[in-house]
């Protein structure tokens, strides 16, 4: 069973730098789709980030190219999302997720509903 915990939120003034972890646990598998996912108060959740584990391809929201960036330490089996230049609409809650997966299927733009393994949660808010 794979376990996702994610830490590393926190509030930030726009401009600011936040890095997200999410620690995975229960599966050593080079097959898993990795990404990060946001949901703002009376919004659907969308995808932000995309990696696969393999190869370590990504795949970016046009929201947040540029700016965000996703990796990985497999030896440490952890997840990042570095965040810069930050603005108050990056204002959410943000998910880790995890789908065993082929390596197109990870290139797609990543919807929510297509993932089974899913973090707590950690909180960003960004003010003006």
């Known amino acids: 069973q794979v376990q996702l915990v994610e830490s590393g939120g926190g509030s930030v003034q726009a401009g600011g730098s936040l890095r997200l972890s999410c620690t995975v646990s229960g599966t050593r598998s080079s097959s898993l789709c990795m990404g990060w996912f946001r949901q703002a108060p009376g919004k659907e959740r969308e995808g932000v980030a995309t990696?696969?584990?393999?190869?370590?391809?990504?795949v970016y929201a046009d929201s947040v190219k540029g700016r965000f960036t996703i990796s990985q330490d497999n030896y440490k089996n952890t997840l990042y999302l570095q965040m810069n230049s930050l603005k108050p609409e990056d204002t959410s809650m943000y998910y880790c997720a995890a789908e065993y997966s082929v390596l197109r299927w990870c290139q797609r733009s990543p919807k929510s509903d297509e993932y089974t393994y899913w973090g707590q949660g950690t909180q960003v808010t960004v003010s003006s």
């Open positions: 990696i696969y584990r393999a190869d370590g391809s990504t």
